[in-house]
């Protein structure tokens, strides 16, 4: 069980994403963690702990203001609770950042398939392969927009899953996918 939130719109996405983590806590305090799309790239921050540690480090990095962003509270099910594992995760060059709800059964035969392929991964989490695979699919020749990355992903990826999704390339928009029981 865990809590996300993602938000497009002309307020400060990390005033409410904090918001919205607060009101789903009670889901998932293993850790939290926002990521947030600025110039320059999206940007991460995660910590171990309940959202009181994630507030800390975000007022020490005092981040400029973004309009679009993605929010996570974990409990635990692949991997131990730590500042890696925490949610969102992102691809290897930074294009992607994935939050997620749910289980990716066969997250083990996409890592390896990955890795295989060069990507090198950070956390022990079924979560990242879903990053890692879109960036992945965004490289291919006939994939075009993000949503035909996301639609690649959806169909190779088992299992029950919300999942809420920034990607770099396109960084006004939110991108979402749920199947079963989140
Ligand atoms: N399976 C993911 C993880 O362990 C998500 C867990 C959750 O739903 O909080 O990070």
Redo the contacts with the bound molecule.
């Keep these: 069980?865990?809590g996300i939130v993602g938000y497009v719109g002309k307020r400060n996405a990390q005033n409410v994403l904090l918001d919205g983590l607060e009101k789903l806590e009670y889901r998932?305090y293993d850790s939290a963690g926002v990521a947030l799309a600025l110039d320059g790239g999206i940007r991460v921050v995660k910590s171990k702990g309940r959202l009181a540690e994630l507030r800390k480090k975000l007022e020490l990095q005092a981040l400029a203001e973004s309009g679009c962003g993605i929010g996570h509270t974990?409990?635990?099910?692949?991997?131990e609770p730590n500042d890696t594992?925490s949610?969102p995760h992102v691809s290897q060059n930074g294009k992607i950042a994935v939050v997620?709800?749910?289980?990716i059964e066969n997250y083990l035969e996409i890592r390896e398939f990955l890795q295989q392929k060069g990507v090198q991964f950070a956390s022990q989490?079924?979560?990242e392969v879903v990053a890692q695979l879109m960036e992945y699919c965004m490289g291919l020749p006939e994939v075009e927009t993000v949503s035909d990355a996301l639609y690649m992903v959806l169909h190779r990826i088992e299992g029950a899953y919300a999942l809420g999704i920034l990607c770099s390339d396109d960084p006004d928009h939110v991108y979402a996918a749920r199947k079963d029981a989140p």
Excluded at 74 to 79: D, F, L, P, S
Excluded at 100 to 103: T, V
Aim: with cysteine; net charge neutral; proline share 0%.
């Design positions: 069980m865990c998932g974990r409990w635990a099910t692949h991997g594992n949610h997620h709800n749910g289980i989490t079924d979560t």
